[in-house]
């Protein structure tokens, strides 16, 4: 099976690893600028590089797994896709294009699903000339074992039914959910990491003493501000701004100190600075110990 990865970001490449490295998937990683696929590419190599210094995995098997992904263009490499997942940036209008734009490339039995993360399937798939339908990772997709399967209004139920067997074949579970902001696990998640900031930012505790008090107290295998760095914090704000301007219910106000991060550009792993400074040596320190 061919499956078109639309977006070359974190989650993008991600979700290029998770069907590549199956036996019989192969994947073309696409971006809007074909420097931006092959960065996406370079940065698997590089991971999977590391795990073979480990001894995790060998050369070989890595090999294996990278030739089966071609990073490029979509108008050029998803015509003969059998599923496209567009993991796209989050924003409405883009994911619309994108597959308004895929309708006209694609053949006519390719599924199309979107990985976002919050917004409406139905909405999503306005104007395209087949069913949308939602397959929702989570970062880092080639380890993490959950598919959220989104039904939209209008998806039909053997479309749901195929993604479900694809995320089986792949070694995910699927969780099938209706149509709602942030489905499941957003919607408990992103409020969480979004208590821990209002929590830092009434000074309840430092930005340690919150990693290590959830990670001791309640077994997460991350702290909520680590882990909001390493979604991304201007992810965990758009999610938090879908969830309220959905629901217009106060207990999804976002936090301002979150607000005021994203616009400082402090976006957490990705942009260096987050609730912690990611360093070159690869410790971080919080922002309060500085
Ligand atoms: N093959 C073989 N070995 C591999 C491998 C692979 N493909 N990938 C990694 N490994 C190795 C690693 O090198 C590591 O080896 P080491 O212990 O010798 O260093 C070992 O396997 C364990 O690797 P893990 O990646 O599993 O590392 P951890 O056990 O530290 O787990 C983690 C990392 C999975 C990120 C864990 O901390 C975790 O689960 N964190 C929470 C993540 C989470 O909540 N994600 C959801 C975010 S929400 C989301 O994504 C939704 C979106 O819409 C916002």
Redesign the pocket.
């Known amino acids: 099976m061919k499956v078109g990865v639309i977006g070359a970001g974190t ?1 993008g490449q991600g979700i290029a ?1 998770a069907f590549a ?1 199956v036996d019989g998937y192969s994947v073309a990683l696409c971006d809007i600028k074909q420097e931006w696929a092959e960065g996406g590419k370079d940065k698997i190599v590089k ?2 590089a ?2 073979v210094e ?1 001894g ?2 060998t050369q070989e098997q890595v090999d294996k797994i990278t030739a089966a992904i071609t990073p490029g263009l979509k108008e050029d490499i998803c015509a003969d896709c059998d599923l496209i997942v567009e993991a796209a940036f989050e924003d409405m209008n883009v994911k619309q294009t994108t597959f308004k734009e895929l309708d006209a490339i694609c053949k006519a039995d390719c599924i199309f699903a979107s ?4 917004l409406s399937i139905t909405e999503i798939g306005k104007g395209v000339n087949r069913p949308v339908v939602g397959m ?9 074992k959950l598919i959220e399967v989104i039904a939209g209004v209008n998806t039909p139920v053997d479309i749901v039914e195929k993604i479900k067997k694809i995320s089986e074949e792949i070694g995910k579970t699927p969780v099938q959910v209706n149509e709602a902001a942030g489905f499941v ?2 919607r408990i ?2 409020p969480l990491i979004n208590e821990a900031a209002f929590i830092k930012m009434e000074g309840v505790s430092d930005i340690e003493g919150i990693d290590t008090a959830m990670k001791l107290g309640a077994n ?3 702290g909520p501000l680590e ?1 909001g760095d ?3 914090l201007d ?2 704000l758009a ?1 938090m701004d879908v969830l309220y301007n959905e629901t217009k219910d106060g207990k999804y106000r976002a936090c301002p100190l979150l607000r005021k991060m994203v616009r400082g550009g402090n976006l957490g792993v990705k942009s260096g600075k987050g609730f912690y400074v990611y360093n070159a040596d690869k410790t971080k320190t919080p922002v309060d110990k500085l």
């Open positions: 989650m690893k490295q991971g999977y590391k795990l480990k995790k995995l990985n976002t993360s919050s929702h990772f989570f970062n880092p997709a080639d380890r993490m696990v957003n998640l992103i997460h295998p991350m882990l390493y979604i991304g992810i965990c999610i």
